[in-house]
Nanobody
């Protein structure tokens, strides 16, 4: 099994910045694409952005130019740097990773528990 643990959420004023981290641990074989999602009450979880194992990134339009996803493969960690935060960015942010384990070469999706981001004056 692979565990993902997010950290770095909290309360920030509009225009401020936060950096989320997500560390993978457990019986990791290899990690492929990692991603950040977010969800607000009553709405479906939406994709914020992805990063491939090689570092290629994609973002949803509403966060382009403000959010940056990066990863440290040696630490099995993905980051989400969020700048110029807006009230509409407030959500629970979830980390996602496609990973294999030592005893299974198939890629499975794993999720973190989520971390709350609140954007308010």
């Amino acid at each position: 099994q692979v565990q993902l643990v997010e950290s770095g959420g909290g309360l920030v004023q509009p225009g401020g910045s936060l950096r989320l981290s997500c560390a993978a641990s457990g019986n990791i074989g290899s990690i492929g694409t990692m991603a950040w999602y977010r969800q607000t009450p009553g709405k479906q979880r939406e994709l914020v952005g992805t990063i491939s194992s090689g570092g290629s990134t994609n973002y949803r339009d509403s966060v382009k130019g403000r959010f940056t996803i990066s990863r440290d493969n040696a630490k099995n960690t993905v980051y989400l740097q969020m700048n110029s935060l807006k009230p509409e960015d407030a959500a629970v942010y979830y980390c996602n990773a496609a990973a294999t384990t030592y005893n299974n070469n198939n890629y499975y999706n794993y999720w973190g528990q989520g971390t709350q981001v609140t954007v308010s004056p």
